[in-house]
């Protein structure tokens, strides 16, 4: 049935949590007749008839054309309420996210494939004992090594989502690379893949982690459920896809170890671009430490804070775990002083609800949080670490800091309390005029995490 736009004005107009809306006009014969219009991110429109006669006086749509058919395959992957109850970010992230795990689910194929033949399969020489006793100490070292890693970096991959994610994908294809050359080795074998699964379940742990402050981040609407359970259907479509590809081309490289090694290579390198090109179309917006010194660094020289989107940009995904100053958030009281005078020494000139330890030959800033501390003082502390840090470096300051720089350069490390304090004076003028900055609304500092409240 074609649809003959009414030229009456409309009746009302409806919008879904997807953005499309539709217009309602009245028809000839007295039935409502709607049409899409507005934002609808893959272009297509659609239109339908409603006539009354529906249960409790409503309307009843009509079938027919009211949703194309890419729009319900795409409902299938797709949050409800896309893209509104997403960020901005999330399809771009996602595409480059389909294409590294793409190929990643090819050059498992080819690992797998390495590994099996190394262990025995086809082989009639080959002992099963010795292949389960292989496997079954394969998969203990990467047992024990989860165990490890979580308890050792499981706290610090919130902040640094990004770079762990990165540094994932990369660990996952070095361990890739050590199953591929593992049968080139045969005395070595075993060891060379309890290291490469090893690999794989810190993988595991920094991929989850990561997925999960993503995932968090990416759903806007409460939604983290559905946002988590959709990627999940896009990741196993993709590696479906992968799947089947990986079963038309085993068979032409497996006879040929340089075409199937140069086949890797070339999926790794993907691999490695997609991934950058996913995690560099993140835009988070909170604060963690390297974005918040890039925002108090650009604010110090040029008097403005750096939006959201620039900061992601100009955030190192390299370097991000190792920055040149340590500033712990939250540790407990006994870590940073053990003595009555430390104590006094510290809390003397502090108004604010949290006490700041310097330790200028290491570059090291500690910080107290008062049970009272809420996320304007978790941010001030952060930024008078950052501060401290910045004496120490190199690039321009205001007046006042740039005087204490030259003090901290020339004067010795026990007067790291006397500058504590005074920087405390300089941030009472500097804090308010950076925090007031309507820029800095769109960052939250709760990335950082509060330990020890209550001291």
């Given at each position: 049935?074609?649809?003959?736009?009414s030229?009456?004005?409309?009746?009302?107009?409806?919008q879904?949590g997807?953005?499309?809306?539709?217009?309602?006009?009245?028809?000839?014969?007295?039935?409502?007749?709607?049409?899409?219009?507005?934002?609808?991110?893959?272009?297509?429109?659609?239109a339908f008839?409603?006539k009354p006669?529906?249960?409790d006086?409503?309307e009843?749509v009509?079938p027919?054309?009211a949703?194309?058919?890419?729009?319900?395959?795409?409902?299938?992957f797709?949050?409800?309420?896309?893209?509104d109850?997403?960020?901005?970010?999330?399809?771009?992230?996602?595409l480059?996210?389909?294409?590294?795990?793409f190929a990643?689910?090819?050059s498992?194929s080819?690992?797998?494939?390495?590994?099996?033949?190394?262990?025995?399969v086809?082989n009639?020489?080959?002992?099963?004992?010795?292949a389960?006793a292989?496997?079954?100490?394969?998969?203990?070292?990467?047992?024990?090594?989860?165990i490890?890693f979580?308890?050792w970096?499981?706290?610090k991959?919130?902040?640094?989502?990004k770079?762990?994610r990165?540094?994932?994908d990369?660990?996952?294809?070095?361990?890739?690379?050590?199953?591929?050359?593992a049968?080139?080795f045969?005395?070595?074998?075993?060891?060379?893949?309890c290291?490469?699964?090893l690999?794989?379940?810190?993988?595991?742990?920094a991929?989850g982690?990561?997925?999960?402050a993503?995932?968090?981040h990416?759903?806007?609407r409460?939604?983290m459920?559905?946002?988590?359970?959709?990627?999940?259907?896009?990741?196993?479509?993709?590696?479906?896809a992968?799947l089947?590809?990986?079963?038309?081309m085993?068979?032409?490289v497996s006879d040929?170890p340089?075409?199937?090694?140069?086949?890797f290579f070339?999926?790794?390198?993907?691999?490695?671009?997609?991934?950058y090109?996913?995690?560099?179309a993140?835009?988070?917006e909170?604060?963690?430490?390297r974005?918040?010194?890039?925002?108090?660094?650009?604010?110090?020289q040029?008097?403005?804070?750096?939006?959201?989107?620039?900061?992601?940009q100009?955030?190192?995904?390299?370097?991000?775990f190792?920055?040149?100053?340590?500033?712990?958030?939250g540790?407990?009281l006994?870590?940073?002083?053990s003595s009555?005078?430390?104590l006094?020494?510290?809390?003397?000139?502090?108004?604010?609800p949290?006490?700041?330890?310097?330790?200028?030959?290491?570059?090291?800033v500690q910080?107290?949080?008062?049970?009272?501390a809420?996320?304007?003082?978790?941010l001030?502390?952060?930024?008078?670490?950052?501060?401290l840090?910045?004496l120490?470096?190199d690039?321009?300051?205001?007046?006042?800091?740039?005087?204490?720089?030259n003090r901290?350069?020339?004067g010795?490390?026990?007067?790291?309390c006397?500058?504590?304090r005074?920087?405390h004076?300089?941030?009472?003028?500097l804090?308010?005029?950076f925090?007031?900055?309507?820029?800095l609304g769109s960052?939250?500092?709760?990335?950082?995490?509060?330990?020890?409240?209550?001291?």
């Amino acid at each position: 049935m074609a649809y003959v736009a009414s030229t009456e004005a409309p009746l009302c107009s409806e919008q879904f949590g997807s953005g499309t809306a539709r217009r309602c006009r009245a028809a000839a014969d007295g039935s409502l007749q709607w049409d899409a219009w507005g934002r609808r991110w893959w272009a297509f429109s659609g239109a339908f008839t409603a006539k009354p006669g529906g249960r409790d006086g409503g309307e009843r749509v009509a079938p027919g054309t009211a949703v194309p058919p890419l729009s319900r395959l795409l409902a299938v992957f797709l949050p409800q309420g896309f893209p509104d109850s997403v960020s901005p970010d999330y399809l771009p992230y996602q595409l480059w996210d389909s294409v590294q795990a793409f190929a990643s689910s090819l050059s498992g194929s080819l690992a797998t494939h390495a590994v099996l033949l190394g262990i025995g399969v086809g082989n009639a020489k080959a002992s099963v004992s010795a292949a389960t006793a292989t496997w079954l100490v394969k998969d203990s070292t990467g047992m024990l090594g989860r165990i490890i890693f979580a308890w050792w970096m499981g706290s610090k991959m919130d902040c640094n989502a990004k770079q762990w994610r990165l540094f994932a994908d990369i660990l996952n294809d070095v361990a890739m690379l050590l199953e591929i050359m593992a049968p080139i080795f045969p005395i070595c074998f075993t060891m060379t893949i309890c290291i490469s699964n090893l690999a794989k379940c810190i993988v595991g742990v920094a991929g989850g982690a990561t997925r999960a402050a993503l995932t968090m981040h990416q759903a806007r609407r409460n939604n983290m459920a559905d946002v988590s359970a959709k990627d999940g259907s896009q990741e196993t479509l993709v590696s479906l896809a992968g799947l089947l590809v990986s079963l038309l081309m085993l068979p032409l490289v497996s006879d040929c170890p340089s075409l199937s090694l140069g086949c890797f290579f070339f999926l790794t390198a993907l691999h490695i671009y997609a991934n950058y090109r996913a995690v560099r179309a993140l835009v988070i917006e909170t604060l963690n430490e390297r974005r918040l010194w890039l925002v108090l660094k650009h604010f110090l020289q040029r008097g403005e804070v750096l939006g959201p989107a620039s900061a992601n940009q100009m955030e190192p995904l390299w370097t991000g775990f190792w920055p040149s100053l340590s500033l712990s958030l939250g540790v407990p009281l006994h870590r940073v002083t053990s003595s009555v005078f430390e104590l006094q020494k510290l809390v003397e000139g502090h108004q604010e609800p949290y006490l700041l330890r310097w330790d200028q030959s290491q570059n090291q800033v500690q910080v107290v949080l008062s049970q009272m501390a809420g996320p304007e003082t978790i941010l001030r502390a952060a930024t008078h670490g950052l501060v401290l840090g910045a004496l120490q470096g190199d690039g321009p300051l205001p007046g006042e800091l740039e005087e204490l720089r030259n003090r901290v350069r020339a004067g010795p490390e026990k007067e790291s309390c006397v500058i504590v304090r005074e920087t405390h004076q300089v941030l009472d003028k500097l804090f308010p005029e950076f925090l007031k900055d309507e820029v800095l609304g769109s960052f939250y500092a709760r990335d950082y995490p509060a330990e020890a409240r209550g001291t």
